[in-house]
């Protein structure tokens, strides 16, 4: 069953449903997470520790213990360099900022933090790790950003970046995670703090412009003069996120012609209107959390939005409203590879394997490889760092791609270049990205393409990690024979997390959620909307017999 729409969806959230921030800031620093709990332990992700000072997911002992045990992965790892450290407008994330502040400067860590106390995206980040460590091969650096990503104003995000400044793999994580659990079950004893105003003074403490030298670096990814010269005029929404003090000195150095339609910040972020579910959430891949931006489709030529670390996307066209974040990949690697004439002639295309099959279908015909991988950004890293993939994308609204001479840019996700791009394709192209996606289906087939969540147990969700063709036991898929089905990614050969099942014209894959008691169906046709429904209802019928065969 897909997940119903709440009638508040797309709605402006009604005041008295808006967090209290001081009592969540309280619940920071009175709540004492039970390490036995755990919901309560420290557990990284996909994009590091997320949860709420409310249910005591994220507290001040957290991030003491998380800090620490950064500080000591990075002296095991023999990184020496600078730490940079950035944060996004949620409501914790400067309380966090304090208490990582005073384990740093205790540990002698040399903390790069931002000149004016401002926010700093995540793309920033790694692109300062990048260019710091461009020709090094000592005094390395890393990075730290305060961030639960576009989740809900009462969250608290912690994510590490290592010296390659993509998404930290397993290998780091578990380390972090396991050592913080660890301290958070002693008490804390093995934590080293001092209090928060010698830190900010300390000498291993520096402020940074950070904002400078990532604008400058702008047109070496993106062609600046194109969308100047063409005079597109562009909507941004920054969904009071970190790239809000970002966009003006972009618009002012490159003189292009864009609106920035709201730069409020408030914790609180009053200014949203509701997510699918009813609750503010800055997606910017959501119709419901971007009403405000859709509304205003007609007042530009194209307008894009940023999540509120700015890692992710989301493209507003007149032709077509908000795009399918599927849509708008398969659009930007057409574009791209076409007019990048510096990029390798082997260059590849990430794309994970919920990504739509649109994305192979562009691949065929301009020519290039896909490199097909676990959902997860950090599989593309070591790919963007050498160059031997020119762009990587997923179909969450994040991506990212090379400098116009065919270097890295950034290895973690970057939705203030994506939004860009769009600019610059409508641009070059006298035509926004709706239009050429339309131009695309036109030629290669329209996709139908959906993810709904079904319900399953914990146990239920356990059967995914010993899944195979033989358990499925399917032969045929709305009609068609399979040609695959996988449990590991045809790119790395690593586990996907559960199976995704493809025949010539549709696919379904299916992975269970790691925080709720459902897994995720993703699935695709080729055919029609009916034929989208038949894969979807065959593949809960599969799974649901693997499930009563337990």
């Not at 449903?17 to 619940?27: E, M």
């Not at 002992?61 to 620490?68: E, G, R, Y």
Request: contains cysteine; neutral net charge; aromatic residues 8%.
């Amino acid at each position: 069953m897909a997940a119903k729409v709440s009638p508040l969806a797309g709605k402006t959230v009604d005041p008295n449903n808006l967090v209290n921030v001081p009592r969540l800031v309280t619940a920071y620093f009175a709540g004492k997470p039970d390490p036995k709990v755990a919901s309560e332990r420290v557990a990284f992700g996909t994009s590091g520790h997320r949860g709420s000072a409310f249910n005591n997911a994220f507290n001040e002992n957290h991030i003491l213990a998380v800090s620490q045990a950064v500080c000591d992965h990075r002296a095991g790892a023999g990184i020496t360099g600078p730490l940079f450290v950035g944060i996004d407008t949620h409501a914790l994330a400067e309380p966090a900022l304090v208490s990582a502040l005073e384990v740093f400067a205790a540990n002698g860590v040399d903390v790069v933090i931002d000149e004016r106390g401002g926010y700093t995206p995540t793309p920033v980040i790694s692109h300062a790790i990048l260019t710091h460590n461009r020709g090094r091969t000592s005094g390395l650096s890393d990075g730290v950003v305060v961030t639960p990503s576009h989740n809900p104003p009462e969250d608290g995000g912690f994510k590490y970046n290592p010296p390659n400044g993509g998404p930290a793999d397993t290998d780091a994580t578990s380390v972090i995670e396991r050592a913080a659990n660890a301290l958070l079950a002693d008490g804390l004893k093995g934590v080293k703090r001092i209090p928060y105003d010698r830190a900010r003074k300390a000498d291993n403490v520096h402020r940074r412009d950070y904002v400078t030298p990532y604008v400058a670096d702008l047109a070496n990814v993106v062609d600046m003069d194109a969308i100047r010269s063409a005079g597109v005029k562009l909507g941004i929404d920054p969904l009071g996120g970190a790239a809000v003090h970002y966009w003006h000195p972009i618009i002012e150095r490159y003189k292009i012609d864009a609106k920035v339609v709201s730069d409020v910040v408030d914790p609180t972020f009053r200014f949203m209107t509701a997510d699918w579910d009813g609750k503010v959430r800055m997606d910017c891949s959501s119709p419901y959390a971007m009403a405000r931006l859709i509304g205003m489709r007609d007042d530009f030529d194209v307008a894009f939005a940023n999540d509120t670390d700015a890692d992710r996307h989301g493209i507003v066209t007149r032709s077509s409203g908000l795009m399918n974040p599927n849509h708008y990949l398969a659009v930007a690697i057409a574009y791209l590879f076409a007019n990048r004439p510096e990029w390798s002639a082997s260059a590849a295309i990430g794309k994970t394997a919920v990504s739509s099959a649109m994305i192979d279908r562009v691949a065929a015909k301009i020519g290039r490889r896909v490199v097909e991988t676990p959902v997860g950004f950090k599989w593309f890293v070591d790919g963007l760092i050498g160059g031997s993939f020119g762009f990587a994308g997923e179909e969450s609204a994040g991506a990212s791609f090379l400098r116009r001479d065919g270097t890295v840019w950034t290895t973690d996700k970057d939705g203030v270049i994506l939004g860009l791009l769009a600019a610059e394709i409508t641009a070059r192209s006298k035509a926004d990205p709706g239009e050429i996606y339309q131009r695309l289906t036109r030629e290669l087939g329209a996709p139908f393409y959906e993810r709904i969540d079904a319900p399953a147990s914990p146990a239920q969700k356990a059967l995914f990690k010993t899944l195979t063709a033989e358990k499925l036991g399917i032969k045929e898929l709305a009609g068609e024979p399979i040609n695959a089905t996988l449990t590991n990614a045809p790119g790395n050969g690593q586990p996907i997390g559960g199976v995704k099942v493809t025949t010539a014209n549709g696919w379904f894959a299916a992975r269970p959620s790691g925080t709720e008691d459902v897994y995720k169906i993703y699935a695709e046709s080729f055919v029609s909307a009916e034929h989208l429904k038949r894969i979807q209802q065959e593949a809960q019928a599969a799974l649901g017999a693997v499930f009563a065969a337990g």
